[in-house]
Nanobody, 127 residues
Framework: VQLQASGGGLVQPGGSLRLSCVIS????????IGWFRQAPGKEREGISC????????YYADSVKGRFTSSRDNPVHTVYLEMNKLKPEDTAVYYC?????????????????????WGQGTLVTVSS
C-alpha cells in the first residue's frame, strides 16, 4: 500500500488549502485514513481521521471547525479541506492508514496508530 500526499504550499493567514492523499496498491477494504502534521521542533500530532466509508470523522480540538476531511473511494483519494488557516498550522502534513479505526471525538489520534504513510506535504501559513 502506498500513499501520496499533495496540495501543500504557501498561504496567507485566513486562507484555505485542500490537501489530497492518493492511496494505491491492494487493500481488501477502504482503510480509515488519518491526517497528521509535524511542525518544526515539535512532535508529530494527529489532527483528523476519516472512516473507510467516509461516514464519520475525527478532528483534534486545534482544527475542529476549520478543517474537513472527505474521501472519494472510487478514485482512492482522501481530502483535507483546511480553512481559516493560522500561522500555527504551518507544518509538514502526512496521511496514513489507520487500520484499527479512528478514535472517538475527544480522544487522541496517536501517530503510532498509523501503519502506511505518505511522504508529507509542506503547508506554510505566512503573510
Amino acid at each position: 500500500v502506498q500513499l501520496q500526499a499533495s496540495g501543500g504550499g504557501l498561504v496567507q493567514p485566513g486562507g484555505s488549502l485542500r490537501l489530497s492523499c492518493v492511496i494505491s496498491g491492494f487493500t481488501p477494504r477502504p482503510y480509515p485514513i488519518g491526517w497528521f502534521r509535524q511542525a518544526p521542533g515539535k512532535e508529530r500530532e494527529g489532527i483528523s481521521c476519516i472512516s473507510g466509508s467516509g461516514g464519520s470523522s475525527y478532528y483534534a480540538d486545534s482544527v475542529k471547525g476549520r478543517f474537513t476531511s472527505s474521501r472519494d473511494n472510487p478514485v482512492h483519494t482522501v481530502y483535507l479541506e483546511m480553512n481559516k488557516l493560522k500561522p500555527e498550522d504551518t507544518a509538514v502534513y502526512y496521511c496514513a492508514t489507520v487500520q484499527d479505526g479512528c478514535p472517538p471525538q475527544g480522544d487522541i489520534l496517536r501517530p503510532s496508530w498509523g501503519l502506511y504513510w505518505g511522504q508529507g506535504t509542506l503547508v506554510t501559513v505566512s503573510s
